[in-house]
């Protein structure tokens, strides 16, 4: 194999798929980056047994063949050569890299181990279409309360349905739950899979458009190509919790408040409790007002935000972080959270815009019964 590239595409294209690159494994073959040089360009792949990424760039390709290297290494060594016309080539021993007046050397494994979960992938009938800037700002309201425990690994995914012009994205660790809903084409018609939180990130990294995504699912696999690039991934299988058994029906109370102003009170009441294991707040929810208190070795801090509640009063603990990821990925102007007890999951959504809805559980505590 021999191929000379621009440095700066080779080491862009490097840097994505080494993403997909496992750590720490004892299948070595993971944790390579497969160059393959065919015709007039380069196919990068790197796959850790769950996600699969691959990037084509333009090569001037004297030499067909493919091989894989070390993918944190390569991606790291090309990156720091960025600027100059790279060499690369290869023989028995490894793979030579030349620039500028210098070169170094890389040791390198066989391709013929390298799982081939991209090339398996046949695009089949079921897959929706989505914008981009919808996929990317769906994903980042819901995938951070997907699970990152392998207690219930399904919950470390979320949950797509497409259905009726709609794509919708549930996701939950056991304590707060995400749901949101954009626009859609149903494409081959209602959809439901459970894709990994890592899969979405990566896809929501490379999306900066508004042009159409078709994104293909086939068995337990997902197929999604952004421009030169391709993610494949692995579904989870199994029954993901259905939100309609935990959302409550109705409320006692509810409190509507500005949401700049509840963020930043939030954030100094967080600041004495940082590093406590559940970062504990308290609401005392009166007419007109939101008295918020948060209490440490290191002190206390004493709040009020203004609000008008319909409804009860309420005095409830909570994780001050889980409401803050909350509150920062919601966009209207004014917040809506609504109450029942002070040990029944509450919930908080813009009072306008109602396609995001975050539910969280209490803490319990003597301090915050009502």
Not at 47 to 56: A, F, M, Q, V
Not at 137 to 161: H, Q, W, Y
């Amino acid at each position: 194999m021999k191929f000379v590239c621009d440095g700066m595409i080779l080491s862009d294209a490097a840097f994505t798929v080494s993403k997909a690159c496992a750590v720490k494994t004892i299948t070595p073959i993971l944790e390579c980056i497969r160059l393959h040089a065919e015709n007039d360009g380069l196919t990068l792949t790197a796959y850790d047994g769950e996600i699969s990424i691959e990037k084509k760039i333009k090569a001037e390709v004297i030499e067909e063949g493919e091989l894989c290297v070390n993918g944190k290494m390569f991606a790291d060594f090309v990156g720091k050569i960025s600027s100059f016309e790279v060499i690369v080539s290869s023989d028995e021993r490894g793979v030579q890299i030349r620039y500028a007046d210098s070169e170094s050397f890389m040791q390198a494994l066989s391709s013929e181990d390298f799982p081939r979960i991209g090339d398996r992938f046949v695009e089949g009938k079921e897959y929706f279409e989505v914008k981009e800037s919808e996929l990317k700002n769906l994903i980042a309201k819901t995938v951070f309360c997907c699970a990152t425990d392998e207690s219930r690994p399904i919950l470390k995914g979320c949950l797509l349905e497409a259905k009726d012009g709609q794509l919708t994205a549930t996701a939950l660790d056991g304590f707060r739950m995400a749901c949101s809903v954009c626009e859609a084409t149903e494409g081959s018609g209602a959809l439901k899979i459970v894709c990994p939180a890592r899969t979405l990130t990566e896809i929501a990294r490379m999306l900066d458009g508004e042009e159409l995504l078709k994104i293909y699912a086939e068995k337990n696999l997902l197929s999604v190509a952004v421009k030169d690039t391709v993610i494949t991934s692995r579904l989870y299988a199994g029954e993901f919790v259905r939100k309609e058994n935990i959302y409550p029906i109705d409320f006692t109370t509810r409190v509507v408040a500005k949401r700049a102003e509840m963020i930043d009170s939030v954030e100094r009441a967080s600041v004495l409790i940082r590093g406590d294991k559940n970062n504990l707040i308290i609401f005392d929810i009166k007419p007109e007002k939101i008295a918020i208190n948060a209490n440490s070795d290191m002190g206390k801090v004493e709040e009020t935000v203004m609000g008008e509640l319909e409804g009860k009063e309420l005095k409830i603990a909570m994780n001050g972080k889980y409401l803050l990821d909350a509150l920062k990925v919601l966009d209207g102007e004014e917040v809506l959270l609504s109450f029942n007890t002070p040990v029944t999951p509450f919930t908080l959504e813009n009072t306008e815009n109602k396609s995001s809805q975050y539910l969280i559980l209490p803490v319990r505590t003597s301090n915050a019964q009502a």
